[in-house]
């Protein structure tokens, strides 16, 4: 059974949309509806569904700044409005449907076909990635396993000068001058580096400490091989220097 959450600021839509998905499936179950965005997001923050059915339009908060808000994404979307001005931006979104209200019978019918396909997809390449990084944690104990734009990287924790922090977002900067850019918190990353190689130097940053040139004692700051300076945070600074 798939679960489903529905976030919409009027009880009406909700309870129409719930009576419709219990008459067209019986493969979909609600597990949690919310006409207050701020409760869906406490929610959404300690359980996965399969599937968002999200109202754009809302007063307190618009549909897109709350997807923005999320800290997780790993199901499928589907955004709901009486508006059709906003199909683009829900694509832009990685919505993989969108629905006019009042909601057509075959438009859910069809939406409900797209659910089951993104679940089916995300259940085997979830089984995949976590044979994946089972087989490099087994084998390669200086590699780290990133899940980026649909692509699972193996990278050398040599390879990493640092990382910096951008909300929900963490850039990691790599030894070529590449950049990566995940869709993980900075503390997320954190989790999975190895201890003994890197540390969070800053609330916004994490380096490699064997990629440390210099460490500016006076102005609080460590230089990278990369050259960027780093700030060192004053609460860190002990932690730090007991590194070394």
Not at 11 to 33: G, R, T, Y
Not at 78 to 84: G, L, M, R, S
Not at 88 to 103: G, M, N, R, S, V
Not at 194 to 216: G, Q, V
Request: proline share 3%; with cysteine; glycine share 2%.
């Amino acid at each position: 059974m798939l679960k489903a959450v529905i976030v919409d600021d009027e009880p009406k839509a909700i309870q129409s949309l719930i009576w419709e998905l219990s008459n067209f499936s019986q493969e979909i179950e609600v597990m949690a509806s919310f006409t207050n965005p701020d409760e869906a997001l406490k929610f959404l923050h300690l359980n996965t569904p399969d599937c968002l059915f999200l109202d754009v339009q809302m007063p307190t908060m618009g549909g897109f700044q709350f997807l923005e808000q999320l800290s997780n994404t790993d199901f499928a979307i589907i955004i709901t409005t009486a508006y059709d001005e906003y199909a683009i931006k829900a694509l832009k979104h990685e919505a993989i449907d969108y629905l006019l209200k009042p909601i057509d019978s075959d438009d859910l019918r069809d939406c409900i076909s797209k659910i089951k396909k993104y679940s089916d997809r995300t259940i085997n390449s979830l089984k995949l990635e976590r044979i994946l990084k089972t087989f490099n944690s087994q084998f390669d104990k200086k590699k780290i396993t990133i899940n980026t734009d649909g692509k699972l990287l193996f990278l050398d924790v040599d390879d990493i000068v640092y990382i910096e922090s951008d909300g929900n977002y963490s850039t990691l900067f790599l030894q070529s001058r590449k950049k990566i850019v995940v869709t993980k918190k900075l503390k997320e990353v954190d989790a999975i580096l190895p201890e003994h190689y890197f540390f969070r130097i800053h609330n916004s940053y994490i380096i490699n400490l064997n990629k440390i040139k210099a460490f500016i004692k006076n102005d609080g700051y460590v230089i990278m091989d990369s050259d960027q300076k780093i700030p060192v945070a004053r609460q860190r600074k002990s932690d730090f220097l007991e590194k070394f």
